[in-house]
């Protein structure tokens, strides 16, 4: 059984809602999901990866057409997939709330933040999952000084997220150098299904 | 690659030299503030570790040219590996 969401001048996060209901209601088949700008785009695949589905992405005038394969085959070859990861995830999800760490001073506060990333990619296990919110983005857009240590977490295979509401707040939507962009719901089951959560 | 690993005694001194280092410009220098690796003991905690090739001595008359105090320098050969190696400097 197949299934198509046309999601086109919907808003975020529309799409992705309209798009996890029809995988939702399918219990084997495709879902097509149509949308016509590329955050809707990033976060339609997203929900697929975050969901094990095999996804597909074309484009035609400007419009994206995202095919996702709810297939229980696929599922038992990812589980192979994440066995063989060469660097072990903890369950930990960390969300970096400000571009700065602890209280007293910024300035420190920046120096701290630049040598916890740093750090992360020196000690393993290493987190799941890093998000990013309100200043905190400021560590995955140009300009930031810890960029080469996110990509190599990214490398790595750790989800690196920063908040679109947030890039969009200060501008910086352009700007954005490592990992994807996404919305809050994507946010709250990230947070809700890791086993150990950690606010910095 | 080689890596190059400048401690200091006081976190001033190794944010002023983060901050004049970066304000030098010298060219191609590759470096980033970090937490001072678990084997160096002697530190205050902030370290500045350059990649590749480094001409030490210039960042070091950085340093000097501003009156700010190191506590060493360290080297070693690849990423992550090998123990870190202190380098005697000549004093002036």
Not at chain 1, 105 to 133: C, D, H, N, W
Not at chain 1, 169 to 196: C, D, P, Q, R, T
Not at chain 2, 82 to 92: H, N, S
Request: with cysteine; charged share 25%; net charge negative.
């Amino acid at each position: 059984m197949n299934k198509e969401v046309d999601a086109r001048g919907l808003n975020c996060p529309i799409p992705v809602i309209q798009t996890k209901k029809a995988l939702e209601s399918l219990k084997e088949g495709s879902v097509r999901a149509i949308v016509d700008n590329e955050t809707a785009k990033e976060n339609v695949s997203k929900l697929a990866k975050s969901m094990d589905y095999r996804y597909t992405v074309s484009e035609t005038r400007g419009d994206f057409y995202i095919d996702i394969f709810k297939e229980v085959k696929y599922r038992e070859m990812k589980i192979m997939d994440l066995e063989m990861d060469p660097v072990p995830k903890s369950d930990l999800v960390v969300m970096i709330s400000k571009d700065y760490m602890g209280e007293g001073s910024q300035e420190l506060g920046r120096i701290l933040m630049k040598g916890y990333l740093y750090t992360l990619t020196e000690v393993a296990p290493m987190p799941r999952a890093l998000i990013f919110i309100n200043s905190g983005v400021k560590l995955t857009c140009a300009g930031s000084e810890s960029l080469n240590n996110l990509r190599k977490m990214e490398e790595n295979g750790v989800e690196v997220i920063s908040c679109g509401t947030c890039l969009d707040y200060f501008n910086l939507k352009s700007l954005l150098m490592v990992g994807g962009i996404s919305n809050m719901y994507n946010i709250v089951e990230h947070l809700n299904k890791a086993g150990n959560t950690l606010q910095i | 690659m080689q890596q190059w690993l400048l401690v200091f005694d006081s976190t001033h001194h190794a944010m002023a030299a983060e901050s004049r280092i970066k304000g030098a410009q010298l060219e191609e220098l590759s470096f980033q503030t970090i937490p001072t690796p678990r084997q160096i003991t002697a530190s205050c905690g902030l370290s500045l570790l350059f990649q590749g090739a480094v001409d030490t001595d210039l960042v070091l008359q950085v340093l000097k040219a501003h009156d700010i105090e190191w506590a060493g320098l360290y080297q070693r050969q690849e990423e992550g590996k090998a123990p870190w190696v202190p380098v005697e400097l000549t004093q002036d």
